[in-house]
């Protein structure tokens, strides 16, 4: 596709309710980033893919927080046993430069989670 | 640790005001910067970025300068739009690929 594309777009989950979050990146981008943006702050970095393997998960806020990319393209990012203070909104974000490469990564318009 | 401190929001101008959007940062070694917006109901979006101390970095009649020795990056623009308001996100990147962001500066142009 032209751009990031993450889905869904609003969830909405009971305490408790595990939830997967998908994100699908720019065709041919070898790396892909998770943040996590609490309301009224800048992102927070997660955890990071260079193709199928996790090279950073130093973000993820707990054991509960667990993402995968299997054959290095589409990402889920799954939460279980969702608390409030999980509700945020999730980005993900790919780039073409590897890792130590540096450079701008392009954004997804992100899954808004509300925890009730 | 890496960290960003951006002027605190949110700012409210008149059509044809100039903006400055302050962002101080400390950093391990020799980060790339960037300024991300966001407009309302979209996803982040690169504004801008420099690489390297003194580089300039520019779009959209928006600019800032990498000033190491007072490890800044401010956002200037001479004359703002209405379409200019949004969230307004300073980062560096060090090693590595992850970008640490500042908390976000709220601009409302008016007409």
């Known amino acids: 596709g032209a751009g990031v594309s993450q889905s869904p777009r609003y969830k909405v989950a009971k305490r408790g309710q595990d939830v997967a979050l998908r994100c699908d990146p720019i065709?041919?981008?070898?790396?892909l980033f998770w943040y996590q943006q609490a309301l009224g702050q800048g992102p927070e970095f997660l955890t990071y893919?260079?193709?199928?393997?996790?090279?950073?998960k130093s973000g993820l806020p707990s054991d509960r927080f667990f993402a995968e990319r299997p054959e290095g393209s589409v990402s889920t990012l799954k939460i279980q046993r969702t608390q409030q203070e999980d509700s945020a909104v999730y980005l993900c974000?790919?780039?073409?430069?590897?890792f130590g490469q540096g450079g701008a990564a392009f954004f997804g318009q992100g899954t808004r989670l509300t925890v009730v | 640790g890496d960290s960003v401190t951006q002027m605190e929001g949110p700012v409210t101008l008149s059509e044809e005001a100039f903006l400055t959007i302050n962002c101080t940062y400390t950093?391990?070694?020799?980060?790339?910067l960037f300024w991300y917006v966001q407009y309302p109901g979209e996803g982040l979006q690169l504004l801008l970025k420099?690489?390297?101390?003194?580089d300039k970095g520019s779009n959209k009649g928006f600019e800032a300068t990498y000033r190491k020795e007072t490890t800044s990056f401010h956002l200037e623009k001479g004359s703002v739009q209405v379409s200019d308001s949004a969230v307004y996100f300073c980062?560096?990147?060090?090693?590595?690929?992850?970008?640490?962001f500042g908390e976000g500066t709220q601009l409302t142009v008016n007409p």
């Open positions: 420099a690489t390297k101390a003194d």
């Open positions: 065709s041919g981008h070898v790396s």
């Open positions: 893919f260079q193709n199928e393997a996790q090279l950073d």
């Open positions: 950093a391990t070694g020799y980060p790339s």
């Open positions: 974000a790919s780039s073409f430069r590897r």
């Open positions: 980062a560096l990147q060090t090693s590595g690929s992850r970008l640490t």
